[in-house]
Structures are given as structure tokens and as C-alpha cells.
């Protein structure tokens, strides 16, 4: 989360001041100062701070959205309304939407608040947990529109929850004891879904060794990507996806002058647990040879 607060300010104040300053008017120690206050949440002293800037600086979007903030904490909801909508309306962002529908959820206007909200999808979206996290939004939390404009939000943010070839190989996710042939634990194996539900992540551990790899769908090319590292410095890409309901993953290598192709073949057995089943093929693929035939079982516990 602190990661995205972060970007949120570097995106809000990097592309306003620059067509926002007026030479000579609003000097380093006033926007010291404001920011100063806004910091310490010192909210009167930075309504003030603001205001005198905002008043020389038509453009200036990033000043009238922090005034804007400062007037929600004193509860100064239309004031507040006000400049958030000037913010806006000079530079276009979810994040100046998030704060502009709180002003009108507060004044208990819920078509406007629905409208930015709905305006902020074409804006890039909010995060859910932004959304959710506000107290101003407490009392639509069980209104079908709000959790509709928070899952299509989270979709807008997050697009690869919203397509089902990024789902393909969610089979895989959760926290396996991998056993082989003789059904002896050979390891322990955690696969999560990480960045949005973009990247399917593997996390593999045995007493001798271990390794990881970042598996995604790649729209460009409509293929399943797995690129695996391990700690003996090894690294190997492979690519495929879904043949009959099973992932079958492809990496092509030369050993000895020969081409040879590694196969990694997953499918889902009818309890949930999975099999990896490790073939290699040096003619070409007219024939293979197993190298290793994991069962996935879930640890105790976990789903």
C-alpha cells in the first residue's frame, strides 16, 4: 500500500506545477510551508496556505486538490466540493475523483458520487482497497451499485482478473506437498497469485535445492510464459499453455550438439491435487523420457 501512496503523489504534483506557476507570485517558502502543513495535518494552517496559492495559480490542480482534502478533515463539505471539482476538472485522475465522490457521499449526494465514481473507470480506476477503506463510503458498502462500480473497479485496475486466459493455470495456486512416484514428499511448493493476478508465482524448496518462477499469460503472442531461476544459478524460459485441458509448457535447449525439448506437463486431477508430470524429447518429439512425476497434494489445512 505504501508503494501505491507514493506513486499516487508523484502522479498527482509531477504534471501540474509545471504549467501552473506563475514566476514571481507563489514563492518556495509558501509551497514549503503549505505542504508543511498538509503533512502535519495541521488542516486550518493548510486551508489557508492553499488557498493563497490556489488564488494565484489558475491551473494549479495539485494545490486545489490538497485544499480540497484540508476541507473534508474540518468537514467543510461543499468547499471542499468545490475545489476537488476544479482539480479535476483541470486534470482528469481517479485520485481526484476518489476525494471528489467522498464530498458528495458526505452532502448526501449519491448521483454525482456514482458518476465520478463511474467517470473514474475511464480514468484508469481506483484501487478497490481505496474504495472500501473510506468511511464515507460506510453506508453503500451493501448497495448492489457501490460493490458493481468496486468489482468493475478492481477490473479497470487490475485487468487480468478480468480475463479468463489469465485464469487458465489457477489450478495450480495454493500450498502443495509435492510427492512422487513411491508418495514420498520430496519438497514443499507455495504458488501464489501476485501483481493484480497477473503472475502466477512459484515458490519450490526441497533439502537440496530451491527455486522459483514467475509464470503469466502473454496477450501478445497468446501463450503461457514460465521463466524459472534456482540456486545453483540456472535459468530457463518456458512457454506453451492449454492442450485438452492440461498446461504444457516447452523449453527448447542444445546439449551435446543435440536439440533437445524439456516438457512440463500440469493437469488437474479430479480430487485437486495436480500432477507435474517432467518429460525431455531429443527427436524432435517423436519420443520422450520422464524425468520427474510430481503429485501436488494440499498441505493440511489449506485450500
Not at 451493501?142 to 485496475?157: E, I, N, Q, W
Not at 520422450?288 to 498441505?299: G, N, P, S
Request: proline content about 4%.
Amino acid at each position: 500500500m505504501r508503494r501505491k501512496i507514493v506513486v499516487i503523489c508523484l502522479y498527482v504534483f509531477a504534471a501540474v506545477p509545471l504549467n501552473a506557476q506563475s514566476a514571481g507570485v507563489v514563492t518556495p517558502e509558501m509551497r514549503a510551508a503549505a505542504n508543511d502543513a498538509f503533512q502535519k495535518q495541521d488542516w486550518a494552517s493548510a486551508v489557508a496556505a492553499y488557498e493563497r496559492i490556489v488564488s494565484a495559480e489558475e491551473k494549479n490542480a495539485g494545490g486545489r486538490y490538497r485544499l480540497g482534502l484540508s476541507l473534508l478533515a474540518l468537514k467543510r463539505n461543499d468547499e471542499a466540493i468545490k475545489y476537488l471539482e476544479a482539480a479535476q476538472t483541470i486534470s482528469p485522475n481517479p485520485v481526484f475523483a476518489l476525494a471528489l465522490a467522498r464530498g458528495y457521499a458526505r452532502t448526501g449526494n449519491t448521483s454525482r458520487m456514482y458518476e465520478v465514481l463511474d467517470g473514474s473507470l475511464k480514468l484508469g480506476g481506483i484501487a478497490p482497497e481505496s474504495i472500501t477503506a473510506e468511511a464515507d463510503f460506510a453506508p453503500f458498502k451493501a448497495d448492489p451499485r457501490f460493490l458493481a462500480f468496486v468489482d468493475r473497479s478492481d477490473k479497470t485496475v487490475n485487468p487480468c482478473k478480468a480475463r479468463p486466459e489469465h485464469r487458465q493455470f489457477d489450478f495450480w495456486i495454493g500450498e502443495w506437498l509435492p510427492k512422487n512416484t513411491q508418495g514420498i514428499t520430496v519438497g514443499t511448493s507455495s504458488i501464489q497469485l501476485i501483481l493484480g493476478g497477473c503472475i502466477i508465482f512459484e515458490n519450490w524448496s526441497t533439502p537440496v535445492s530451491s527455486g522459483k518462477s514467475f509464470n503469466l499469460y502473454n496477450t501478445s503472442d497468446g501463450k503461457w510464459h514460465q521463466t524459472w531461476v534456482d540456486d545453483k544459478g540456472r535459468w530457463t524460459e518456458y512457454v506453451g499453455g492449454l492442450v485438452d485441458g492440461k498446461m504444457v509448457l516447452d523449453s527448447v535447449s542444445t546439449q551435446n550438439g543435440k536439440k533437445v525439448i524439456a516438457r512440463m506437463t500440469f493437469s488437474q486431477l479430479p480430487n485437486g491435487d495436480v500432477r507435474q508430470h517432467g518429460q525431455n524429447s531429443s527427436d524432435e518429439g517423436k519420443t520422450w523420457t520422464t524425468t520427474f512425476d510430481f503429485i501436488y497434494v494440499r498441505k493440511p489445512g489449506t485450500n
